[in-house]
């Protein structure tokens, strides 16, 4: 699962705030009078990375808790109304696939591409990243940045196992930093909202698939057990193409 810009042709969107706080999430608009904003999602199948075109069909978008949800079409595209201007989440789920947990400030405009995982591709993955799936009692964070290699993920003021791809099929928790794929996370985490800083990488950074946070080149990423929670930055003139 990874969301895409609009002009790229690339989701491993990758793999995941205080433990022991209750998962609030906004169910802003749902029966209300508010405006709403239409958000687009592609979500097509992961294989391989050189091999994510397959449209997923009958996949479940649904804004977080709530029964507004849609199935995407036999092009594997959905359409979802949510509250506009407010930092709402939805999920993307299918049977034998990862689910995901998805945190966005609406404004629309933006089509996200998600790349659905399949239980037996996650299985794979999670032993590299030093955790198993499926994951009952926790939850995975998947992080990326737009910016050049070098930039740390850091739970502010958690502690959690880390990882980080070496490319697009390997993700591997003897590396410190993203290289020039971009994308890492955190396993086993308790449900809960969490901040997450990006270190050593350009400065302000803006969050993309993600909720602000209280200070530059922070994010908030709420995360549900069971789901891999995805968020993004694009930092300086490095951003998503």
């Not at 990874?2 to 690339?10: D, G, K, L, T, W």
């Not at 294989?47 to 996949?59: G, K, Q, V, W, Y």
């Not at 794929?181 to 955190?186: A, E, P, T, W």
């Not at 086993?188 to 993309?208: I, K, M, R, T």
Request: charged share 20%; aromatic share 10%.
């Amino acid at each position: 699962m990874i969301a895409q810009p609009p002009r790229s042709s690339a989701l491993f969107l990758l793999l995941f705030t205080v433990i022991g706080t209750p998962l609030l999430l906004p169910n802003v608009g749902c029966g209300s009078s508010e405006s709403t904003t239409e958000v687009s999602v592609r979500v097509t199948e992961y294989i391989t990375l050189a091999d994510l075109e397959n449209p997923m069909p009958d996949a479940e978008v649904c804004e977080t808790d709530t029964e507004n949800c849609v199935l995407t079409d036999a092009d594997g595209m959905a359409t979802l109304a949510l509250p506009s201007g407010s930092e709402a989440s939805y999920t993307i789920t299918k049977e034998g696939y990862g689910s995901y947990l998805v945190a966005d400030v609406v404004e629309g405009g933006i089509e996200h591409w998600f790349w659905m995982f399949s239980d037996a591709e996650l299985t794979r993955m999670a032993e590299l990243m030093g955790t198993t799936y499926p994951w009952d009692d926790t939850g995975v964070m998947l992080l990326r940045v737009y910016s050049d290699p070098g930039v740390v993920f850091v739970l502010v003021g958690e502690t959690a196992n880390s990882f980080y791809f070496e490319n697009g099929d390997t993700p591997s928790t003897e590396i410190d930093a993203t290289t020039f794929d971009g994308r890492g996370g955190f396993t086993d985490l308790a449900e809960g909202e969490y901040q997450v800083e990006y270190l050593g990488g350009e400065v302000l950074c803006q969050p993309f698939t993600a909720w602000p946070g209280d200070a530059d080149n922070r994010i908030r990423v709420p995360v549900r057990a069971g789901y891999i929670s995805y968020a993004s930055q694009s930092c300086g003139a490095t951003g998503p193409l």
